[in-house]
């Protein structure tokens, strides 16, 4: 099985350590990457760009928050190989509707992230937990 990295890109240590804890459970086979902000998380893919990633990634973060690492990635995308779970705590309508229209997003999860909601992402995120 290829080493499949999942980065968890949150500026609460807390969130890091439970989502990593989560994925644990769900994905042991899988290397959860804490980061604490999108520019980490932009750093980090640029410099492993051959490698496929999940990221679950959150909205608000200083340095660089989750829409200015996505808008990144749109620019950016062609040779990277990322798919992006939103892990918020917004339950504002227009940040769903937003999340959206960025292609890489496969969906977006409400904080705090459960291993249920994880498994019953879309088919192409499944592949990361098996």
Known sequence: MRNKKILVVDDDPIVLFLHGAVLEDVAPGAQAIPLENGALA???ILDHRSEEFLVLL????PV????ELLDFLVVAGQDLHV???M???????????????????????VKPLSAGALILTHESIKSFFV
């Open 83 to 85: 798919s992006v779970l």
């Open 42 to 44: 932009r750093d980090y």
């Open 87 to 109: 892990v918020t705590s917004s339950v504002n309508e227009a940040d769903r509707a937003k999340a959206s229209r960025y292609p890489m997003v496969k969906g977006l999860l």
């Open 58 to 61: 959150d909205i608000n973060m």
């Open 64 to 67: 660089m928050n989750g829409w």
